[in-house]
């Protein structure tokens, strides 16, 4: 069974804290994204590793970084945290091909900044 | 502009009952289109992928126009589990980047 796991349901952390979300999946895909959803936006993707090591900026990349060591990991990095980055989490993998695969979501980290 | 744009709803729909619902999108070079279904509190999962020439899965109807730049999907028979968020999803380049709506909700009542 297809699995993406997400290090954290809920988080709560203080503004300027450096905050690590950390996604794994269990496919043996090349493709992992990092998304924010919040109400009336929809879901916007932040980051994208097309495969180890590899990393492109998505819609909405500033204040955040990310690091794909190895296949599995995908982790997403709040260097200095703020309100504004209050949100729902999603963590998404993907098999590359010539056709566009189903993505597989996380199960979400509900973030908040104090 | 958004670049995908749906009606948040929520539609409110008789058990047993038709909904339907559209979904437009501003790039005219857009080439792959879905339709992901999120419960509340859960992440988004795979419904249906939607073709030109229109496609069915058992109560599910997606169709695209490609000259007015929609897709929509039409649920057949409701039954209460149908209730949830439908996202509109548009692949627009290379990358295989998905841009996603913001959501329809559909409530179905008993």
């Known amino acids: 069974d297809v699995k993406v796991t997400q290090s954290s349901r809920y988080l709560v952390k203080r503004t300027g804290e450096k905050v690590f979300l950390e996604c794994v999946q269990d496919?043996?895909?090349?493709?992992m994204f990092w998304y924010r959803q919040d109400p009336g936006l929809g879901l916007r993707l932040i980051y994208f590793?097309?495969?180890?090591?590899?990393?492109e900026k998505g819609d909405i990349p500033e204040g955040y970084s990310v690091s794909r060591e190895k296949k599995e990991r995908f982790s997403l990095i709040l260097e200095s945290a703020s309100t504004n980055q209050t949100s729902m989490y999603l963590c998404a993998s993907r098999l590359t091909g010539i056709a566009y695969n189903e993505q597989f979501f996380g199960p979400g980290t509900r973030l908040t900044v104090l | 502009r958004k670049e995908v744009e749906q009606d948040p709803g929520p539609f409110n729909v008789p058990e047993g009952a038709t909904v339907a619902f559209n979904c437009t999108y501003s790039n005219s070079a857009s080439q792959s289109f879905f339709w992901y279904r999120q419960d509340c509190r859960k992440e988004p999962k795979l419904l249906m992928s939607v073709y030109s020439s229109g496609n069915e899965d058992g109560r599910f109807t997606a169709q695209l126009n490609r000259a007015s730049q929609y897709i929509s999907l039409l649920i057949r028979d409701s039954k209460l589990s149908d209730s949830a968020t439908y996202l509109c999803?548009?692949?627009?380049?290379?990358?295989?980047?998905?841009?996603f709506g913001a959501g329809t909700q559909v409530v179905v009542t008993p």
């Open positions: 999803v548009v692949i627009s380049d290379s990358w295989g980047k998905l841009q």
């Open positions: 496919m043996d895909h090349e493709n």
């Open positions: 590793s097309y495969d180890v090591k590899m990393k």
